[in-house]
């Protein structure tokens, strides 16, 4: 009869959860930038104007996504008028967006010789440098908040405080690392789907851009051709050819969603399974990004973190596996297991659960004591 009762109520739940989630579906936002405008016509060539190029492409990549009902188009500017950075990015910010793509034309200058490079072609898809992790994290800090979910069920939003305790603060550190990832895969995608009509494709780059670490989401700034090659400027003035770019950044665009969606999908099953476990005096767990620290000062003290990956070698501090995360280590059996997280609060490591998942899916709590795992069950009875 319990395990009866536990059945329904997880279909209660389920339920529950789908019809609270429908009840209160946001829209996939997209915050499309046309780079420069008005005063600021960007690079110019035979009476060209760089500005013009990224507004004519960025209309038509927003028309296709418009004609999505789960999408919402946010535009920085839908007309040739100025903008100073700041504006761009608090349009961005204040939408609420789930990404933010903005559009450039590049060029190439021969300094030395003092003229236009005319063979250089192809787009460039730029996200911020792995060295400006830390200005991304400030900036997250100070434009963002960190959504909790209380014992009550009821969801409070914490802005950043310098009197914060230094593990809630962490969930920076985390939040950072997701933008940096999703932003590469963003990325990725554009600039795969640009160059299926035979577009030469520069690659991923990083570059420390206003734009990609201004904003407080996954962000990427395209570089849809060069405005110095005559051919390719040619390419991107006519009707044809700005219809291909803006297909591409609409096509990557797409599949970037049909992740996130799945993302979504993953999460509510994740949330109701947790919420029925919660009935189970036993098993209890909690969806939260927020944790307050109470790190261990005394060796004898059982202290709780997340192992998010082992290896047979050890890792250099800055591997790009530990996804831009500080992680610590134990050795066992000659294995090397990295950690990240520590509390001598079972409760307050696992509310990083639904971060720490997103970026590595098979990572699980672990229990230390005088530098030795033991077992977490028994662990969490003392």
């Known amino acids: 009869m319990k395990q009866a009762n536990k059945s329904i109520l997880l279909v209660l739940i389920l339920l529950s959860v789908s019809l609270l989630i429908n009840a ?134 914490k802005r950043y405080d310098e009197n914060n305790s230094p593990t809630f603060n962490a969930i920076y550190e985390i939040k950072q690392a997701q933008i940096f990832n999703l932003s590469n895969n963003l990325a990725t995608y554009i600039g795969n789907e640009m160059g299926e009509k035979e577009r030469k494709i520069r690659g991923v780059k990083q570059q420390s851009l206003y734009v990609t670490w201004q904003t407080i989401v996954p962000s990427v700034l395209v570089e849809v051709g060069y405005i110095t090659n005559p051919e390719e400027r040619a390419f991107m003035t006519s009707k044809d050819g700005q219809r291909n770019l803006a297909t591409g950044i609409y096509n990557g665009i797409l599949k970037y969603k049909n992740d996130f969606d799945l993302s979504k999908e993953s999460m509510k099953s994740i949330t109701a399974v947790q919420n029925m476990q919660a009935y189970d005096t036993e098993t209890v767990e909690e969806d939260s990004n927020s944790i307050v620290s109470k790190e261990s000062t005394n060796k004898d003290e059982i202290v709780f973190m997340w192992q998010i990956m082992t290896s047979s070698t050890p890792l250099k501090d800055n591997d790009y596996r530990f996804k831009k995360l500080k992680c610590s280590f134990y050795k066992e059996n000659n294995i090397y297991k990295y950690t990240y997280g520590s509390s001598t609060d079972y409760k307050e490591v696992q509310k990083l659960q639904a971060d720490i998942k997103k970026l590595f899916s098979d990572a699980f709590i672990i229990a230390m004591k005088n530098g030795k795992r033991i077992d977490i069950n028994e662990a969490r009875k003392q």
């Not at 209309?59 to 919402?72: A, F, T, W």
């Not at 946010?74 to 789930?98: C, H, I, Q, S």
């Open 24 to 157: 209160k579906v946001k829209p996939f936002t997209v915050v499309i930038d046309p780079g420069h405008g008005g005063k600021d016509p960007g690079a110019t060539r035979a009476g060209v104007c760089e500005s013009n190029i990224n507004l004519d492409i960025a209309l038509l990549v927003g028309s296709m996504l418009e004609k999505h009902h789960d999408i919402k188009v946010v535009y920085t500017r839908k007309t040739d008028k100025t903008l100073e950075p700041v504006e761009r990015m608090e349009t961005a910010n204040k939408a609420n967006g789930d990404i933010f793509v903005s559009i450039h034309v590049n060029s190439a200058y021969n300094e030395a010789k003092k003229r236009d490079v005319t063979t250089t072609h192809g787009v460039e898809v730029y996200i911020q440098t792995v060295e400006n992790t830390d200005r991304k994290t400030r900036t997250l800090k100070q434009k963002s908040s960190i959504t909790s979910i209380g014992e009550n069920g009821i969801e409070v939003s």
